[in-house]
């Protein structure tokens, strides 16, 4: 999580914490096991709450355009709404460690998957693109590692320090998930996970939040007002060639569900409305996302302004 007084780009902002911290908390967990730890993760999150304006503001905001774009009324407590959603991600974080841990495996995962992307996962192949969230837990993508029983998964992310969190991974046993920073998709980088899919590798990248540094966007509608989405993961469907699905996993009644949703196979394409194609991909993804945000409203995980008017109301304080 990150504060600031005015809306810089979520990926220039200094985060709250550090990996060192992360680590060290990890080897609590372990040793001492998530009984023990569970009080000063909460103590973490009550910190992050009360020096956090900023991000209580925008979860606030993010509560208040859902539950009038929903037209529900009932979706957060009376009282506390903003405390409760930075509880729940303190529990995503035991979670995570969890995950880390060995301790949440599949058997514990409920599955939704309709169009049997977990099969094609399995079948073998040229690999396909999973287009996920910032909306339930990320470790997702370890979850999907096992689903895939051996499976390697190359998850993209706005990460500058991706080495860290490699090492951090490695020594956790996970060898099959590979982090790599968005901005070094270059040239070199794209033929690289071309082979990768021709290896039967898969690819993660989340769908919901904007690059830094003259990314490419489109605005399209969320929860009833326009916001900034990437076009990167579609970009890279495009150029690639391959089918996407989208993914997200979220805790109902405290078990976690994996949902798996078959989106577009872009080989299918045309170059020649290329721009439109995105565009439209884009509408889809943040109505699905839109969507899935009513199913679990306390685990959208985003601190961080979204919307347009939003941003500009920040930049005026």
Known sequence: ?????????????????????????????????????????????????????????????YQARLAAWSGRGDLFPRSRAVFAQYRAFGECMLDRFDVWRGKLRLSSVDMDDPDGVRDALLAGGRGQILV???????????????????????????????????????????????LMHVGDLDTAAMLELSQRLERGEWIAIAGDRVPVHGGRAIDTDFLGAPAPFPQGPWLMAAMLRCPVNLVCCLKHGGRYRIHLRRFDDAAGWERTRREATIRSAVARYAAWLADHCLAAPLQWFNFHPYWHDTKEASHAR
Not at 30 to 49: C, D, N, S
Not at 134 to 159: P, T
Request: hydrophobic content about 50%; aromatic content about 6%; proline content about 2%.
């Open 1 to 61: 999580m990150a504060d600031s007084a005015t809306a810089a780009h979520w990926a220039e902002q200094r985060e709250r914490g550090s990996f060192l911290g992360i680590k060290l908390t990890a080897i609590a967990v372990r040793v001492l096991g998530r009984r023990a730890v569970t009080p000063v993760i909460w103590l973490i999150v009550l910190y992050f709450f009360v020096t956090g304006r900023a991000a209580r503001r925008n979860v606030a905001e």
């Open 132 to 178: 996920c969230t910032h909306l339930g837990n990320l470790d997702v993508c370890r979850a999907m590692a096992e689903v895939g029983e051996g499976v390697a998964l190359n998850v993209l992310m706005h990460l500058p320090n991706a080495a860290h969190f490699n090492r951090l991974l490695g020594e956790s046993g996970d060898k099959r998930l590979r």
